[in-house]
Nanobody, 128 residues
Framework: QVQLVESGGGLVQAGGSLRLSCAAS????????MGWFRQAPGKEREFVAG????????MYGDSVKGRFTISRDNAKNTVYLQMNSLKPEDTAVYYC?????????????????????WGQGTQVTVSS
């Protein structure tokens, strides 16, 4: 059983930065592709960023490219999301997810259905 716990959310002004963390326990973290998703009120959950096993490959949603950076520390079983130049439209609950079935070290899943475990979410609110 894999458990994911997000932290680092909060209230920030537009233009500011936040760093989210997701600590994983259970299983072999270094063999999981990891992702961040977000869901705003009344909207569907959307892909934000993903990273392969070793971090050699990353992918981003179009709305966050150039502003957000995903990284991981396999020694700490933790994945991060550095969010810069935040906008009010980034306001959402952010979820960490793990894909236990990524075929190799360069796969980065981008769809919700590909992820097996999810954290409880952390709220990010960006004020204008």
């Amino acid at each position: 059983q894999v458990q994911l716990v997000e932290s680092g959310g909060g209230l920030v002004q537009a233009g500011g930065s936040l760093r989210l963390s997701c600590a994983a326990s259970g299983g072999t973290f270094s063999r999981y592709a990891m992702g961040w998703f977000r869901q705003a009120p009344g909207k569907e959950r959307e892909f934000v960023a993903g990273i392969s096993w070793t971090g050699i490959r990353t992918m981003y949603g179009d709305s966050v490219k150039g502003r957000f950076t995903i990284s991981r520390d396999n020694a700490k079983n933790t994945v991060y999301l550095q969010m810069n130049s935040l906008k009010p439209e980034d306001t959402a609950v952010y979820y960490c997810a793990a894909d236990l079935n990524a075929r190799n070290f360069i796969v980065v899943p981008t769809s919700i259905d590909e992820y097996d475990y999810w954290g409880q979410g952390t709220q990010v609110t960006v004020s204008s």
